[in-house]
């Protein structure tokens, strides 16, 4: 089995910053690709950012210039630094990782069960 666990969800005032990580464990032959996606009440899960391996990092245009994506493939680690963050940027933020495990051919999506970030004054 594989499992991710975000950290760093809380609640900020206009402006603010919050750093959110994720953890990869389990059986992991290697891990292709992190990423972050969120999905606010009423509204379909969105795409933030993804790291790939060796990849060019990927950002949506609504965080482009305010966060940061990052891994530590040592550690199977991945952060998201948030700056200048928005009330439109509440949401329930979900860590995906696409993982090869050991003894499997073809790597898939594993998904965190989601840390809630909400910005307001």
């Known amino acids: 089995q594989v499992h991710l666990v975000e950290s760093g969800g809380g609640l900020v005032q206009p402006g603010g910053s919050l750093r959110l990580s994720c953890a990869a464990s389990?059986?992991?032959?290697?891990?292709?690709?992190m990423g972050w996606y969120r999905q606010a009440p009423g509204q379909e899960r969105e795409l933030v950012a993804t790291?790939?391996?060796?990849?060019?990092?990927n950002y949506a245009d609504f965080v482009k210039g305010r966060f940061t994506i990052s891994r530590d493939i040592a550690k199977k680690t991945a952060h998201l630094q948030m700056n200048s963050l928005k009330p439109e940027d509440t949401a329930v933020y979900y860590c995906?990782?696409?993982?090869?495990?050991?003894?499997?051919?073809?790597?898939?999506?594993?998904w965190g069960q989601g840390t809630q970030v909400t910005v307001s004054s």
């Open positions: 995906i990782a696409l993982i090869l495990e050991r003894g499997r051919g073809l790597p898939r999506n594993f």
């Open positions: 790291v790939p391996s060796g990849g060019n990092t």
């Open positions: 389990g059986n992991i032959f290697s891990i292709k690709s």
